[in-house]
């Protein structure tokens, strides 16, 4: 029986767009999930189509159990983060030997068929390898590691990153003359911010404007915009939606002071708030037992 843990992350730039070859950062962030792994003769059916994935995929049989940190369908990249834990055990518990190249190509392969085609490598290189990362079309970088300061607010409702990709994907067939310079914009912001990652007053401008953009695409949500408002009103650089919106989760980029205040700011909408950093760490073997 194995233990591995992987990072959820948060999208600082460019979610969606990446979906279409826009450039994209996102960030690991400190919340895990932890799956053990256990070689079993009558596995209990997992009832997740990303961990039965991964059995399928390793071609082998076994128990799992899961203890997360994060959300789940929040826009904290749980999924990615069970199905790069759950592969990474599975490798360790049946001594196949993939790499972690390999595990990573995985994970795509996997969140892909489950989000029916329409998916980007930005959760699963994220949670994979950890730290900030820049991804566009099939490459991926690992920026050096800066330490955000960050709050994720939760308005607790739940969204499906399928749905949301799906009504993207129907605006730019139906308005293409709309959607496309507005993913073109939000790919000009990622690059924009790839020349700020050290000016937290500059990337928090563009995150305020990408915000902006996503509510364009309609990935907006009533309760996304009173956090994002509220952590803006109590001094957060910028703040936007992380991930697939329509729900889910926001992030604020903020000054290390007013981290708590910005915090209390976004409970006092009835959501649920934490301050969080970068994770430099990806998946990762916790313990054997
Ligand atoms: O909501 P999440 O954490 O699954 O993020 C989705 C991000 C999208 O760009 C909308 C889709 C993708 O696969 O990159």
């Given at each position: 029986?194995?233990?591995?843990?992987?990072?959820?992350?948060?999208?600082?730039?460019?979610?969606?767009?990446?979906?279409?070859?826009?450039?994209?950062?996102?960030?690991?962030?400190?919340?895990?999930?932890?799956?053990?792994?256990?070689?079993?003769?009558?596995p209990h059916p997992a009832k997740s189509p990303y961990i039965d994935?991964?059995?399928?995929?390793?071609?082998?049989?076994?128990?799992?159990?899961?203890?997360?940190?994060?959300?789940?369908?929040?826009?904290?990249?749980?999924?990615?983060?069970?199905?790069?834990?759950?592969?990474?055990?599975?490798?360790?518990?049946?001594?196949?030997?993939?790499?972690?190249?390999?595990?990573?190509?995985?994970?795509?392969?996997?969140?892909?068929?489950?989000?029916?085609?329409?998916?980007?490598?930005?959760?699963?290189?994220?949670?994979?390898?950890?730290?900030?990362?820049?991804?566009?079309?099939?490459?991926?970088?690992?920026?050096?590691?800066?330490?955000?300061?960050?709050?994720?607010?939760?308005?607790?409702?739940?969204?499906?990153?399928?749905?949301?990709?799906?009504?993207?994907?129907?605006?730019?067939?139906?308005?293409?003359?709309?959607?496309?310079?507005?993913?073109?914009?939000?790919?000009?912001?990622?690059?924009?911010?790839?020349?700020?990652?050290?000016?937290?007053?500059?990337?928090?401008?563009?995150?305020?404007?990408?915000?902006?953009?996503?509510?364009?695409?309609?990935?907006?949500?009533?309760?996304?915009?009173?956090?994002?408002?509220?952590?803006?009103?109590?001094?957060?650089?910028?703040?936007?939606?992380?991930?697939?919106?329509?729900?889910?989760?926001?992030?604020?980029?903020?000054?290390?002071?007013?981290?708590?205040?910005?915090?209390?700011?976004?409970?006092?909408c009835e959501a649920r708030a934490f301050v969080t950093n970068i994770?430099?760490e990806g998946v990762r073997k916790e313990k054997d037992v």
């Amino acid at each position: 029986m194995v233990t591995w843990s992987a990072p959820g992350k948060v999208f600082l730039f460019g979610e969606h767009a990446v979906v279409y070859g826009k450039p994209a950062i996102a960030m690991a962030i400190k919340p895990r999930v932890f799956v053990t792994v256990r070689k079993s003769r009558a596995p209990h059916p997992a009832k997740s189509p990303y961990i039965d994935s991964c059995f399928d995929e390793m071609g082998v049989k076994g128990s799992v159990y899961i203890n997360s940190q994060l959300p789940s369908s929040s826009g904290l990249g749980s999924s990615a983060a069970v199905t790069v834990a759950t592969l990474a055990a599975i490798n360790d518990e049946f001594g196949i030997n993939n790499s972690r190249e390999q595990i990573a190509e995985m994970a795509f392969n996997i969140e892909k068929k489950v989000q029916k085609g329409r998916a980007s490598p930005t959760d699963t290189t994220v949670s994979t390898y950890g730290g900030l990362v820049f991804i566009i079309g099939a490459s991926r970088r690992r920026l050096p590691p800066e330490s955000f300061q960050m709050v994720v607010g939760n308005t607790m409702v739940s969204h499906s990153t399928s749905k949301m990709v799906e009504m993207v994907a129907d605006l730019k067939k139906k308005n293409p003359e709309i959607c496309d310079p507005v993913l073109d914009a939000i790919g000009g912001i990622t690059m924009s911010a790839m020349h700020h990652l050290v000016d937290p007053v500059q990337l928090g401008r563009l995150m305020n404007m990408n915000h902006s953009l996503l509510e364009v695409l309609g990935v907006g949500h009533p309760a996304l915009s009173r956090l994002v408002l509220s952590a803006r009103t109590a001094g957060a650089y910028g703040a936007k939606i992380t991930g697939a919106g329509g729900g889910g989760c926001m992030v604020a980029l903020c000054p290390k002071h007013l981290k708590s205040r910005i915090a209390s700011s976004i409970e006092a909408c009835e959501a649920r708030a934490f301050v969080t950093n970068i994770d430099t760490e990806g998946v990762r073997k916790e313990k054997d037992v």
